[in-house]
């Protein structure tokens, strides 16, 4: 009997496992990204701590400092949506982890 010959359809079966393979990839590298943001924004205010008595920051610098980084969190949230819109998702969260680093 003649091998049997690859037809469409197990190159659509293996396609879409492919594709399931690289969503998964997806999930998981955004998990981690999404895990190093909420890191980095969280760890402000006990970090503050130190910060303070290391520079001597009296509590108007602290709140202000504190301030400034939720505002540019803030900011940062509105810009990355629209660069998201215009590039795509994975160049900004490539540029955002980059940038946090």
Same mark, same amino acid.
């Given at each position: 009997?003649?091998?049997?010959?690859?037809?469409?359809?197990?190159?659509?079966?293996?396609?879409?496992?492919?594709?399931?393979?690289?969503?998964?990839?997806?999930?998981? =590298?955004?998990?981690?990204?999404?895990?190093?943001?909420?890191?980095?924004?969280?760890?402000?205010?006990?970090?503050?701590?130190?910060?303070?008595?290391?520079?001597?920051?009296?509590?108007?610098?602290?709140?202000?400092?504190?301030?400034?980084?939720?505002?540019?969190?803030? =900011?940062?949230?509105?810009?990355?949506?629209?660069?998201?819109?215009?590039?795509?998702?994975?160049?900004?969260?490539?540029?955002?982890? =980059?940038?946090?680093?």
């Amino acid at each position: 009997a003649p091998a049997a010959q690859p037809g469409p359809e197990s190159e659509e079966h293996a396609a879409g496992a492919q594709s399931e393979t690289e969503a998964l990839l997806q999930v998981r =590298l955004l998990a981690v990204a999404r895990a190093v943001f909420q890191m980095t924004r969280i760890c402000m205010g006990p970090l503050m701590v130190d910060m303070a008595s290391e520079h001597g920051y009296t509590a108007e610098q602290k709140g202000l400092l504190l301030s400034a980084f939720a505002g540019g969190y803030a =900011l940062t949230q509105i810009a990355g949506g629209l660069a998201a819109d215009r590039f795509g998702g994975a160049p900004v969260i490539f540029v955002g982890l =980059l940038s946090s680093a």
